[in-house]
């Protein structure tokens, strides 16, 4: 049961009845609307990708939980650096071919370890009732929307000194569960998920102990509403112009909480600002490790295109300053790769069973990948040429008294038409001339913490006290200062 | 009458009826469509920005060729280092304001320098041709599309042995005229002009003759077609969600040429293959320096945004990082406008009165510029925060159901209301995560040659010779190999 | 035995002579020439290292071939992953102490693959005599000098081509032994060593087949030339002003062959030019993992460096562009360091034994760290100010008279006395701006192969073709061209 | 007179005893030293070159101070924006052949600025006596040491918080003079100038008001004593080892005042605090702008050294990556060129008469191309190869046993001799592997201030403020804040 197929999963939605919200109208039906077709056909196709059985079992693991398989990506909590080494290979692999590869295992698994800080430090119960929610996730093949990050109005004031308060809190408990208020924003996919899973997203102090609260609740809970953003494909149907936006990627929304009731056994974290800030941490070194692994499977799409619209437009991928473009993706992604890698070689066991790879290596990796992420997306452009800002649309081509002239005038390289060369032209479009090159750059620099975030967990992990000493002992210094 | 106002250039275009194409479909009023709206204000724009008395003459200088004033980005021949200079401050300017300055003058002068070596060499009078022509141009008001680049088909195949022929020739020589065939492609704005100018892409070679042929046509004449492709800002009217691309920017065309007929007396070049080399050379001196004062504007419009949204996200633009990556953009900005002006210093005149710049100065300047572009747009999501790809839209702010909740969640930072904070992320969306972010990209990457050029450029201009024998001669060496 | 203390390896020294040259003279005693003083002790650190008990056996592995502990770096056939991480966390440590490790267990691994490939392929039984020359290296406590580059004269030809032959080469067959003459150049501290070992450097074609050829001799060897460029270090005795040089680091040679003989047993390649090329492939991918382990210790000395000189100049390692500097420079450790081990987790173990690491990602990393190693010269001189290439020398504070003047005049930061500044500069002026640079610099660009060879085996590496198969999925192309 | 030939500049050192010590040794003759030869070989070519009748005249100018011709680059106060353009282009030819221009005339135009400020705000006559003093250089054919950094101490303590005191101060002014104690660092070439001109080197507040002083004093003035540090070239005679160190740069010295007596007549700033600060902005400006050439004369150098060893290596200039990285100097060197000729172009003249280069794009300028020198360095031993530090020395060479191995294995490219290839192979070395390296690399990174400070006027300058307000205006933001 719980490997639903993508059929499945979309007859799922139909018994849902969410309050989403897309360009200021009502949605009515979430499965069957025109701005919300890339959202479900992206996860539709993680679901098949793993209950397929041609796959042979590659994109599924067995879940010590329920003792089924589960989907690797979406839902297993990594527990060996096997399935952190795994579940990259996967994640570079899916990543090249829909750009997100869905990786809710990665929420769920800094959820896992965060709920497990909280009951060791307060002696509490919150997480044999987190582990029955997973297990209740992976059994019923449910997709989760992720709220980790809160709007936190004006940055300089603490989440308790807003007024009035912009972020997710705590605003009544009561003996069969808890009422929540606030919002939280960048809701990917949120519309056609099943569920939706709140975490803190900083550290915080005692003063803001509402805001340190995670729980879940049903997508279509009463005051729950989503706010979404059209995602980056076209809403009218095209069959060449937009191939990968098209049928991929999706919304973002944002994510409003008005009084909506909690009952406790969905509460995970209620009050315990103390641990609220190991949630961005473990995230810092899971999600980016995950994140190094995607990053490289957007630079393989990005080489494999660029050789394409080379072939395509009569070149070589092998001369001159294409070859070198393209040896720039390919080094970027073995880069990223390899420090996904060897961060999970240099990780450890977090004591509640989730294996934690190494912050610092995940964070260097990404940090390298996604400051190159601009100069690929150039070079798909220089590569393909002028024309993909120029050629004519899908639209012309299908006009018969246009055609002749495009196909004459447009005439392809060796081996291709002129249809495959608009083609492979649209495709560089969508990579990195419409909006979606906008989202691929915001999930390059800013999904999963920014630059910055970066720079900052490996200053603060790196031993820097022991190589001064050790620069003192060469340089003959006895100075303790 | 050179000056006209915008009105008075937008009632022009109803006396033309231009065979124009867009989504496959036949435009039938270039002036009231919705996908050309941006193209036809863009134009606009320019033509009030020079008549406006308000601007005392800023944007215009009295043409030599009809003692009248012209708009000096549009029209002007550039025939003195000041006019350079100056054309190059303004450049900046324009350009940091709607991208794209129009800067048709820069078209119009190296055709004049080239049409000029024709007549040098063959002892033809195409040149009095062409000075009448321009003297018209500046008369009436003006505006040319720009048919430079051929679509090259097989790219390892020269121009005569295309089979069949991709790139604009000559078919048939008449008494009265010549018969032209063929298409050019990346026709910017082209359906909003009055006029098309043709001029050859490289050099050529004897079989290639035919192909070497310049000549100008109004934009109705039979048998010219465009096939255009929208602008990237939004076919809905928006207030505002595309701030600049809904207002600015517009469409590109490939131009089809099914046997035009041209009278002699607007032929400027048929057959002069020997000179047909120039045209990308001057372009590639004259135009390049202007585009580094026009992608130096691009910076500054950058610079301004980010420092813009990171007052209303509550942040200050001098603190830690986003100060640094301003600074970049303003750096990026001052090293190009620094290569556009030293490039004017150490260029000379061409016997055609034309003033050229120095190409090398001119294109390492832009290639340093350019390879900046994509870390800029970066930088503006990143200092924009994840709210750049996933805050409402305009029609949520709309909806009064939504805004309560929106106005709220979303407060912005002291001085600034809600709506002024999604407005300053509207624009850092406009600018980069939006379909005009692949056009700037474009714009960057391809327009006025790509990188590789400039380095070709740079290369062939530089004497290493003379430093190879300084090198010997410093470390001993008579060797003369 | 097996562990020698650094004065037994001294010691060891005196029964060699062999023929080394040094600014043109002969050099009788290694052990005691001022030009050969920091090789010798940069080698007789590594003993000491080992051998010490105090170390806890961090620095030795017991080898399977003699029973013993040996040092790991330096002697030990790597034959699993955790031989792989183990040695690269060594190599970090080390290298960060004294530039260079002494990876010698490299340059034995990659020939004891190669070899066990030209027995494979041959049916030949050089493996068993190569086992057993290394299982004696390791009794013995022995040193070799890795003689592995041609000189290869004219680039353009073959080895066979070159008139008169430049590159190492079999001379003669004989039935006892074959006799070898031709050079090999960059023999890292060759003077100083018991062993030479020749392999081959590039892949061959059967006219080459006398450059097939892998071999060991003593060091003493009748016929065997060493002409040594002098250490980058100080000839002088210094106490402060070289640090690191005037310890370590130590002589490069070119090594000359003039009619060597070689018994059989000592010979484990003789004319099998099938194979020679396996030699530098296998070094590419195993000695470039172990070379990113190694820069990223060189980074790790440059930040402890930087952060010592900001504290001894009165400023703070945390402040503004010096806590940017040092982040770069531990993120470029760090990254390198994670592709170190993301290849040892992807690699895999050769039929012989050897474990080789994932080339692909080796050379990335690799690529990535050398790439920066300029900017952090350059940040180290920044931070350390002019007066790292300005101040007074060892001799000045030594002069009683002078000594007053620059007490007073440099002093310090809190804490620091200005001796401590002096020599915190000191360290700054070793390494970025002395002889020692230059090699450092070497190290970097050229040691192990330079950059255009990680390109290419990058590119090589890399399945383009399934990316480009992948691509064509996506855009909906059927063109197998 | 004023044009001195080199002997007679040699000559007129004879006349001179300063006091000077290098390596704790106090020099008896300067101009006979052994470690002072490169710095006396170096100033006597900036002679030669002005006085060589064969040069025309190009390298000189008529002064308006004395009607006499001087040597533009070391002695001329520019005052139009025609000087500037010439001296950019003979700073960047000198600078190609000896690293460093010898540009004094630098730090009398500046100094000649700030003078004039002085006056103007404090109704002084200092300015008339610099006249005379600069007017009288020029009839002496005089060499001024500069005198403008102090050493600062402790960095957060003001210069009248020090303690004691590490700065240049006035200690006692008398009727006839003052008396000044303290240091300056950074005193290049200092040892063998006739002349010490001091000035402030930042902003002071009135309790730092005797810090605020300027004065000038013949170089063995009693109680000056300048510590030196030997050239980065070799002490012993080379002939083909290290090219252009042992002929040209020289030492760098500390110079201490105690209590040194400077009468009025030569006194040109002496309290006036509120101008101190204008000395660091005007060499800001025009320095840096003189420095991008100079910069650029560096990159020119690498070229010609990287074409020629690479024909010594038997391989082209033009292939492969060798080609594209020595596109990267040229490119490297037209930007920074390109941005002094623009920021003479947007200069201005100071009321003092000096012609001010615009200081934000010659800080732009110059922080371009001197991020790329760590680059070019390392593209120096790339293309060069590993012999660049592992080759024999020249005493090898000359040794007639070891000549014929060495001819035969280090055989050259076409049409060179291995000696040529040695030769070429040592330019390498000395350029990018030698004590030079950090000397070109100190160039670079710390004179005439550091990157940070590119960045500080940079943003200084910048206008953000009318950009913001340009960005508000698109977005449709009203808000003032």
Redesign the interface.
Known sequence: MALLTGDEYVESLKALSPEV?I???RVDKVWDHPLLHQTVNHIRANFDRAADPANGGKYTVRSPLTGEDVARVQMHIQASMDDV?TKARLTREIS??QICSGCMSNMLSVTWAMVHDVDQAHGTDYHSRFRDYVAGLQKGGKVIAWGM?D?K????LRPHQ?D?P?DLRVVEQKPDGIVVS??K????FGPAAHEFVAVPCRALGPEDKDFAVSFAVPIDTPGL?L?A??SPGPARQT??ES??SSKFLGV???S?F?NVFVPWERVFMCGQWQQAGNLPLYFASLHRQSKCACSAGHA??F???A??VA?????S?NS??I??K??DM??AA??A??????????GQIHPSGVFMP?A???N??L??I??T???H??AL??IG???????????????PA?RP??E????A?????TE?RL??L??C?DL????L???I??F????AG???T??LV??VM?D?E???????D????????
């Open positions: 919200y360009r200021g109208q080494l090249s071919q990050m709007p109005g004006n940055r300089k807003q009035p912009t606030g919002a924003v960048h809701t990917t509403k706010i953003r059209p069959e060449m191939p990968l973002e929304a944002m409003i008005d393989d799409l080489a494999g295109a050789a394409l072939r395509a437009n009569g070149l991928e001159g300053h070859r070198e393209i040896t390919i080094m073995e880069t790769f390899g420090c996904a890698m060897g961060a999970a070689v240099e190494n610092s290596i995940a260097c990796g940090n390298h996604r400051s992420l601009g100069d997306l150039a452009q220089d040429g002028g024309l993909v800002t120029t050629m004519p649309t899908e639209a012309d081509w299908q006009n246009l002239y495009i004459r005038h447009l005439a390289g060796p081996g291709y038409s495959d083609r492979a649209n495709l479009q990195a001339a419409s909006r090159t906008g989202t750059l915001g390059t620099v800013n999904a920014s630059s910055e970066n720079r490996a200053r790196y820097l022991s190589r001064i000493n050790m620069a003192k060469l340089a003959g210094i006895t100075s303790r200062a």
